[in-house]
């Protein structure tokens, strides 16, 4: 057969399963048995990944869900995401269902692709099994066992800061930023120091990271299939720590020994049953990658804020000044030095708000159900994401300014602000954040004033928000008090 008329058949046999789509989901959305939300399923099989990737890498993620809002409804809409069909709820409203409607209408979902990822963690693991393992891995993260943690923050935090930034005058500051920060995800998860192990799993999570969000196409070279098997070498690993640690007697009671694979291996499940060693494993994977990949990005974001915003410098300088002040040489600091920090909190909470490292969920509909007039068939996801809430003018007036005290001086619509979710599914690390971000900030600002290389550079979501360049940053050093 002629190679044109190939091509040509294979053109026409294309053109004709698009015609055969788009008829099949006119019908079903003009049937009255369902209404659907007003929006686009986008091409077949790809949906609208493709666009929504597109506005993440060139730094406005926040536009997609913006623009549909503004050419569908305020309030809900459908479209096609990583493979699913998606309705996306949108404001505070819609927040509020998805957090309160847990396991009545909806259940926390992810795309495959993450499962593959994350394996047997509570974060995709089925619905009661997750429930009851987020329990054990909740109760290490709460917030007393953070306050008796602080000294091991900032200890780790000055060690990286003397090594990595002291006597530079220049830097890449979002790689040293996720040095740190995996340094103190390996100190409070695994209470692994190694420099040489905890830099291979940081490469090997750097290609985990990239396949997030990815649409799944499980084939060498792609970005899904790298993050699969960067996953499969930590987990190796950590399955290698996790044996070598059973057994062990740890004293809790001594701060040192404290970690979360030690908690995982001698706590039971409200069922009374230990967690296996993948199980453990799975769930350290994605601690260790959200813990310090989320506050990564949020820190590297406070850099940039505070470089263009000297005044909101100079009055957390001030405030970190007066606490360093109260201490003595060579003292650590401690919860209650964190307690003061309220200004720099502000701060931080602006930044979250501004640019959330988590930029939305996923849920899945377990029953049919109806929300503002339209139909959300069963089995379909459901997303919600912060850029609904927290650039709208609605909940936060001057929402593209960067000002802190909004969040002293304003009431805040309850479900507006959702950096970390909400209900009874907020992410459980949220303390384990604070504490590590506000700890960071006091060194920072003690030690230096920066100035941004590159005062234009585009900051990309991919998932998270990214430095192409590393935020390269000019560092001016002044006495530390």
Same mark, same amino acid.
């Given at each position: 057969?002629?190679?044109?008329?190939?091509?040509?058949?294979?053109?026409?046999?294309?053109?004709?399963?698009?015609?055969?789509?788009?008829? !099949?989901?006119?019908?079903? %959305?003009?049937?009255?048995?369902?209404?659907?939300?007003?929006? @686009?399923?986008?091409?077949? !099989?790809?949906?609208?990944?493709?666009?929504?990737?597109?506005?993440?890498?060139?730094?406005?993620?926040?536009?997609?869900?913006?623009?549909?809002?503004?050419?569908?409804?305020?309030?809900?809409?459908?479209?096609?995401?990583?493979?699913?069909?998606? !309705?996306?709820?949108? #404001?505070?409203?819609? +927040?509020?269902?998805?957090?309160?409607?847990?396991?009545?209408?909806?259940?926390?979902?992810?795309?495959?692709?993450?499962?593959?990822?994350? #394996?047997?963690?509570?974060?995709?693991?089925?619905?009661?099994?997750?429930?009851?393992? $987020?329990?054990?891995?909740?109760? =290490?993260? *709460?917030?007393?066992?953070? %306050?008796?943690?602080?000294?091991?923050?900032?200890?780790?935090?000055?060690?990286?800061?003397?090594?990595?930034?002291?006597?530079? %005058?220049?830097?890449?500051?979002?790689?040293?930023?996720?040095?740190?920060?995996?340094?103190?995800?390996?100190?409070?998860?695994?209470?692994?120091?190694?420099? +040489?192990?905890?830099?291979?799993?940081?490469?090997?999570?750097?290609?985990?990271?990239?396949?997030?969000? *990815?649409?799944?196409?499980?084939?060498?070279?792609?970005?899904?299939?790298?993050?699969?098997?960067?996953?499969?070498?930590?987990?190796?690993?950590? !399955?290698?720590?996790?044996?070598?640690?059973?057994?062990?007697?740890?004293?809790?009671?001594?701060?040192?020994?404290?970690?979360?694979?030690?908690?995982?291996?001698?706590?039971?499940?409200?069922?009374?049953?230990?967690?296996?060693?993948?199980?453990?494993?799975?769930?350290?994977?994605?601690?260790?990658?959200?813990?310090?990949? /989320?506050?990564?990005?949020?820190?590297?974001?406070?850099?940039?804020?505070?470089?263009?915003?000297?005044?909101?410098?100079?009055?957390?300088?001030?405030?970190?000044?007066?606490?360093?002040?109260?201490?003595?040489?060579?003292?650590?600091?401690?919860?209650?030095?964190?307690?003061?920090?309220?200004?720099?909190?502000?701060?931080?909470?602006?930044?979250?708000?501004?640019?959330?490292?988590? *930029?939305? /969920?996923?849920?899945?509909?377990?029953?049919? =159900?109806?929300?503002?007039?339209?139909?959300?068939?069963?089995?379909?996801?459901?997303?919600?994401?912060?850029?609904?809430?927290?650039?709208?003018?609605?909940?936060?007036? %001057?929402?593209?300014?960067?000002?802190?005290?909004?969040?002293?001086?304003?009431?805040?619509?309850?479900? @507006?602000?959702?950096?970390?979710? #909400?209900?009874? $599914?907020?992410?459980?690390?949220?303390?384990?954040?604070?504490?590590?971000?506000?700890?960071?900030?006091? +060194?920072?600002?003690?030690?230096?004033?920066?100035?941004?290389? =590159?005062?234009?550079?585009?900051?990309?979501?991919?998932?998270?928000?990214?430095? @192409?360049?590393?935020?390269?940053?000019?560092?001016?050093?002044?006495?530390?008090?």
């Amino acid at each position: 057969m002629d190679v044109h008329l190939t091509i040509n058949l294979l053109y026409i046999l294309l053109g004709l399963s698009a015609v055969a789509y788009l008829v !099949i989901h006119k019908f079903s %959305n003009s049937s009255g048995r369902t209404r659907l939300p007003p929006g @686009s399923l986008g091409w077949p !099989i790809v949906g609208e990944t493709l666009e929504f990737q597109r506005l993440g890498q060139c730094g406005k993620s926040d536009e997609f869900p913006v623009q549909r809002m503004n050419k569908y409804n305020r309030e809900i809409f459908k479209t096609h995401l990583f493979g699913e069909k998606t !309705i996306t709820l949108c #404001g505070a409203t819609g +927040n509020k269902f998805l957090f309160t409607g847990e396991k009545t209408y909806v259940l926390t979902w992810w795309p495959n692709s993450l499962k593959k990822l994350f #394996g047997d963690s509570f974060f995709t693991a089925p619905y009661e099994e997750a429930v009851r393992t $987020r329990k054990v891995v909740s109760s =290490f993260l *709460q917030q007393e066992v953070m %306050n008796q943690l602080v000294e091991r923050f900032d200890r780790t935090c000055k060690n990286r800061l003397q090594k990595d930034w002291r006597a530079r %005058n220049q830097v890449l500051a979002f790689p040293l930023i996720k040095a740190y920060a995996f340094s103190v995800a390996c100190a409070m998860f695994a209470s692994m120091d190694d420099p +040489n192990w905890q830099k291979m799993i940081l490469d090997e999570f750097n290609i985990l990271l990239k396949g997030v969000f *990815q649409f799944p196409i499980y084939f060498p070279g792609t970005r899904h299939y790298k993050a699969v098997k960067a996953a499969a070498v930590i987990r190796r690993e950590l !399955i290698k720590l996790i044996q070598s640690r059973r057994g062990l007697q740890v004293d809790l009671d001594r701060r040192v020994e404290r970690n979360l694979i030690s908690h995982l291996i001698g706590t039971k499940n409200e069922d009374g049953e230990l967690l296996s060693d993948k199980e453990i494993a799975d769930n350290v994977i994605l601690l260790m990658n959200a813990g310090h990949d /989320t506050s990564s990005s949020t820190m590297m974001m406070l850099m940039k804020y505070l470089a263009e915003s000297p005044d909101c410098y100079n009055r957390v300088l001030e405030e970190q000044r007066e606490i360093a002040a109260r201490k003595s040489p060579g003292e650590l600091l401690n919860k209650d030095d964190i307690s003061k920090m309220k200004y720099s909190w502000g701060v931080i909470q602006e930044v979250l708000r501004m640019s959330p490292p988590v *930029q939305g /969920t996923f849920r899945k509909a377990k029953v049919d =159900f109806t929300y503002s007039g339209f139909s959300i068939p069963k089995g379909w996801a459901v997303w919600w994401t912060t850029s609904t809430t927290h650039k709208s003018e609605e909940y936060f007036p %001057n929402a593209e300014t960067f000002d802190p005290l909004r969040f002293a001086r304003d009431n805040i619509t309850p479900y @507006s602000f959702v950096p970390f979710g #909400g209900g009874p $599914r907020m992410c459980p690390g949220r303390e384990f954040a604070k504490v590590e971000i506000l700890v960071f900030l006091h +060194n920072l600002v003690s030690m230096f004033k920066w100035e941004l290389v =590159f005062p234009d550079e585009v900051i990309s979501v991919d998932p998270m928000p990214t430095s @192409s360049k590393g935020l390269p940053v000019y560092l001016y050093s002044h006495p530390y008090l």
